[in-house]
Structures are given as structure tokens and as C-alpha cells.
């Protein structure tokens, strides 16, 4: 079999036992959409750029230990929005213009460890979205690529009130999680699941 067909997780299994080659064609994948999800947001061609390389960093440097509930695919693009509001977190609130989820990540939690905060709510949105049924989770992919809920509707054929539906579906099942297992942390983490559905 020649190495573009590879499946996602053949590729990462190989990843995780150090192969190189197979690295640099998950990078070659997914780095396009990747950048136009990061650059969605933050409108600026460096720091999308250097969203995404980080991102890959990341990835290489915890090959192995990571465990991918779902499939690559929603792993990438959660992650991506993840570093987009690290992003923002990283800047004084006043220098760049932020939605009302992003200011309360920013404010009610300046403190966090965001490596390991992010993490874990990783974990946790990889775990509740493994149980849910494969048309919500299908939202949930699109919806991280900053698509539209037109746009949703198109591509999976369905009305534009099915497609509000299934996404405050999804936001209801990560909110049940989150509240389940950080009720310390859940004012932050309900704020950054916030975030990740919005659309600019």
C-alpha cells in the first residue's frame, strides 16, 4: 500500500512509534484546512501559520502518550480551536477584539495552567462525543471548521432548524459533561465550549 493510503490512524500508529515520513504526510493532510479554521479567526496569515506549526509541534511531542477517542480528524480541529483561544488568552484583552465567551476565558481564569487545562477539557469532549450518535458528532466536525449552519444544512441535506437543533444537542451533551466532571472549573470550560461554536 502506498503511504497516501494510509488511513488516519495507521498513519498516527506509525507516528507513535517515531516514523517521520508518516508525520510529515498527516502534516501535509491537514495543514490546509487547518490554517483556514485558525485563520478564520484571527484573521492574520503569520500567526494562523504559526498556530498550526505549534499545533503539529504539540502533536509530535505527545505521540505517545496520546489517546484519540474519535478520529483524527476532530481531534486536529478541536485542537486548533483550542490554540486559537490560547491565542487570545496570551493577549491584553484590550489589544484585540474578543466575543463576550472569549473576555470571560480570559478574566475568570487568567490563572489556569493552559496546557494542562486544555488537556483536559480535550479529553473530556473526546469522551462525551464518543457516546453520542454519528450525526451529532458529524455537526460537531463541521461546526469546527467554522462552517455555517447553512452551510451544514447543504452538506448534510437536512433543514437549517435541524441543523439548530442537533447543534443545541451537542452543546447540551458538552455542558453535561463538563458540569459532571469539572464543576470546579465549568463557569471557564462551558465559556471555551462557547467560543468553539461561534461563528465570525
Request: aromatic share 8%; hydrophobic share 40%; no cysteine.
Amino acid at each position: 500500500m502506498l503511504m497516501h493510503q494510509l488511513s488516519d490512524n495507521e498513519l498516527l500508529l506509525r507516528i507513535k512509534k517515531d516514523d517521520h515520513s508518516s508525520f510529515d504526510l498527516l502534516f501535509d493532510r491537514y495543514w490546509e484546512r487547518l490554517y483556514k479554521v485558525a485563520f478564520a479567526r484571527v484573521a492574520d496569515d503569520h500567526v494562523a501559520q504559526d498556530i498550526v506549526q505549534e499545533l503539529f509541534i504539540k502533536l509530535w511531542e505527545r505521540r505517545h502518550s496520546m489517546e484519540i477517542r474519535l478520529t483524527l480528524e476532530n481531534y486536529l480541529l478541536t485542537a486548533v480551536r483550542f490554540s486559537v483561544i490560547s491565542h487570545f488568552r496570551s493577549r491584553n484583552v484590550n489589544e484585540v477584539r474578543l466575543d463576550d465567551a472569549l473576555q470571560r476565558v480570559n478574566l475568570l481564569e487568567s490563572s489556569i495552567n493552559e496546557n494542562e487545562g486544555y488537556f483536559e477539557l480535550e479529553k473530556t469532549l473526546e469522551e462525551a462525543l464518543s457516546k453520542m450518535p454519528g450525526m451529532l458528532q458529524k455537526v460537531y466536525q463541521l461546526r469546527s471548521e467554522d462552517m455555517g449552519v447553512k452551510e451544514i444544512a447543504t452538506e448534510l441535506g437536512v433543514a437549517e432548524q435541524t441543523v439548530k437543533n442537533y447543534i443545541s444537542e451537542v452543546l447540551r451533551r458538552l455542558r453535561i459533561a463538563i458540569v459532571d466532571k469539572h464543576p470546579e472549573k465549568q463557569v471557564t470550560y462551558l465559556a471555551i465550549i462557547s467560543a468553539l461554536f461561534i461563528k465570525t
